[in-house]
């Protein structure tokens, strides 16, 4: 088989020029496509359902809905395996898929068994969500939101914030690329209404009045029309809130003498902040409001954060004067100077080969033949990279070995040197003719062949290994009807991680 590849290789030299040509011509079309990023993404084919409930500790949010998500999720097909992690007002749902699934395939079976997973958690606990499609390594550009120089009383951490969701990441949100942005950091502005507990003492009011009041009284109501030809009115009724006013003016209940109770009557309406767990400050000068951009999963970040920048740019001429989007993470530079570092080893790797096979090899022109299999094999690589996704990072270029991959060239560029030199043992040059060439080439190649080929499947060999590596291993979980990894007991639950004697011993 070797023989006859070699043997119509040599005899039909330019459909191999035109072939060779045609690789080099669609490894550039790919090394101009091929996703760069500086480490590869390693985060497995996963989707995540998160659900926030507040007012639950972790053990409940663990019994109530971190077990029934978990349940609910565990018929999905492809499935490889299932974590989550209850915390405190959290519920973290982690849904593994093999490696071959398409993540939005994987996501549509996800959706649909979120409405059997909503209706297994008791009303008014939490709502499943999905997070974003993004990966570990998502967050691509961050940045900070802070006012000017002289501007820090007129925006402080509450307008800043607000400046943020309303303005800012609204916008970045249709940015190519772009899966979400996060918010942190500020003052999230929020209407509240203090009860005042005399005065609904003294209107004999409950709480539940007081919010059915307001649930009822914010909404807009349509009703028919009054045809006057040759025109139509359409009565509609207005009712959302738009200010405190509109809060203090909402009527509760009537009193026995029809006098309507407003919200003002029994509480104090006002402008406050939703509970904060922490802050963000700027070198020293105040607080600040930052925000994450998450990268949509299998994109090119370079591309993205190029994008980003600038769709940063035109929002920032559309806010207030003396506000300044300043970025502290921006991927696209550690990207260049990872992607530098390769091609300047790259580059110089090329030069040493080169120098060492001419010094070697003794033949200035046997030297640049070898030496043109460099390049061609880095871009028959990057195009297998461009076909099967794999992005171009410190691990997949910095991997490529000069000395690995002209290996064969040198074995049989040097046979062929020292079959040559064999027919001259006079000293003078031999001129041969075309076909005697072509002939000795054959002859040559076709004996060294062999030894060559066993050399290299040797060096296929040492990758292996690596080759062989899946996932992380992870603890092993025992069978059904095994004791508890946790407390040691009978009562093991095969897919959530908190079993019954868990939670009575910590609620103890």
């Not at 501007?151 to 690329?177: C, M, S």
């Not at 690589?381 to 040198?410: E, K, R, T």
């Not at 499947?457 to 062989?468: D, F, H, K, S, T």
Request: with cysteine; glycine share 8%.
């Amino acid at each position: 088989m070797l023989d006859k590849i070699i043997r119509f290789s040599v005899r039909n030299k330019l459909m191999i020029g035109i072939f060779t040509c045609a690789l080099a011509a669609f490894g550039v079309y790919s090394l101009l496509r091929l996703p760069v990023d500086a480490v590869p993404d390693i985060t497995n084919n996963q989707v995540q359902v998160i659900t926030q409930s507040p007012s639950l500790a972790a053990q409940e949010v663990e019994r109530l809905i971190t077990f029934p998500v978990e349940q609910t999720m565990a018929v999905i097909p492809e499935l490889a395996e299932i974590r989550s992690i209850s915390r405190f007002g959290l519920s973290v749902v982690t849904i593994v898929f093999h490696d071959n699934v398409d993540i939005y395939w994987a996501r549509q079976q996800v959706n649909e068994k979120l409405g059997e997973a909503r209706t297994s958690i008791p009303p008014g606990i939490g709502t499943p969500e999905m997070s974003p499609t993004s990966s570990g390594l998502g967050e691509v550009y961050q940045y900070v939101l802070h006012p000017r120089k002289g501007y820090e009383e007129k925006f402080d951490a509450r307008e800043l914030r607000t400046i943020q969701d309303w303005y800012v990441r609204r916008q970045l949100l249709g940015t190519p690329g772009v899966a979400e942005v996060n918010s942190f950091g500020g003052l999230l502005k929020q209407y509240q209404v203090t009860l005042k507990p005399d005065q609904l003492r003294s209107y004999h009011l409950s709480i539940a009045d007081v919010f059915n009041a307001m649930e009822r009284n914010n909404q807009n109501t349509g009703g028919a029309y009054i045809d006057k030809k040759p025109n139509a009115y359409f009565i509609r009724s207005e009712g959302l809130i738009s200010s405190l006013a509109d809060i203090e003016k909402i009527a509760v209940k009537n009193t026995p003498d029809g006098l309507p109770i407003l919200i003002r009557d029994i509480a104090t309406v006002q402008l406050g902040d939703a509970v904060r767990y922490g802050a963000l400050t700027r070198n020293a000068n105040g607080e600040a409001v930052g925000g994450i951009v998450m990268m949509l999963k299998g994109k090119n970040s370079s591309e993205v954060v190029k994008t980003v920048k600038a769709r940063i740019e035109q929002i920032q001429k559309t806010l207030p004067p003396g506000v300044v989007i300043e970025p502290f993470l921006d991927r696209s530079e550690f990207v260049g100077r990872a992607v530098g570092t390769v091609q300047k080893n790259l580059v110089e790797g090329a030069l040493i080969v080169i120098f060492v096979l001419v010094l070697f090899l003794g033949n200035l022109r046997a030297g640049l033949i070898v030496a043109s299999v460099i390049p061609l094999s880095m871009l028959f690589a990057i195009s297998l990279m461009y076909l099967f996704g794999v992005s171009g990072n410190l691990m997949s270029l910095g991997a490529i070995d000069f000395g690995l991959i002209v290996d064969g060239a040198v074995i049989i560029v040097e046979a062929t040197l020292h079959h040559l030199a064999g027919r001259n043992k006079t000293g003078q040059l031999v001129r041969l003719s075309q076909q005697e060439m072509d002939t000795e080439v054959f002859d040559a190649a076709s004996k060294i062949r062999s030894t060559a080929a066993f050399g290299e499947i040797i060096i296929l060999i040492v990758y292996l290994p690596i080759l062989a590596l899946t996932r992380h291993r992870g603890q092993d979980v025992p069978a059904d009807g095994a004791n508890c990894f946790l407390c040691h007991s009978r009562r093991f639950h095969p897919v959530a991680h908190l079993c019954a004697d868990d939670v009575r011993a910590d609620a103890e």
